[in-house]
């Protein structure tokens, strides 16, 4: 079992930045790719981005490539999500999730989830 909390979301003008954690608790964290989600009101939950248990390997989706960093400190047990630039279309709840070893793209592969922390990017 691993527990997840998710911290760090709230209320940003567009350009500006958060950084989002997620926090692990429970099994062996670093056996873990977690992934970072997002589901807009009346929209379905869109894949973010996600790291490999060893954090050498990184995905993003498009839209936030260039923008969005994810990185994952083991001995905190703890996968950050640094979001630069934001724009208006960011704001979503935004969810960590894990799965053993390797990352995907494809949330139904992923065992655990946290709560959610909301993100608000005004124009």
């Known amino acids: 079992q691993v527990q997840l909390v998710e911290s760090g979301g709230g209320l940003v003008q567009a350009g500006g930045s958060l950084r989002l954690s997620c926090a692990a608790s429970g099994r062996t964290f670093s056996s873990y790719a977690v992934g970072w989600f997002r589901q807009a009101p009346g929209k379905e939950r869109e894949f973010v981005a996600a790291i490999h248990w060893r954090g050498g390997s990184t995905m993003y989706v498009e839209s936030v490539k260039g923008r969005f960093t994810i990185s994952r400190e083991n001995a905190k047990n703890t996968v950050y999500l640094q979001m630069n630039s934001l724009k208006p279309e960011d704001t979503a709840v935004y969810y960590c999730?894990?799965?053993?070893?390797?990352?995907?793209?494809?949330?139904?592969?992923?065992?655990?989830w946290g709560q959610g922390t909301q993100v608000t990017v005004s124009s």
């Open positions: 999730a894990t799965r053993p070893y390797y990352s995907s793209r494809v949330a139904d592969e992923y065992d655990y």
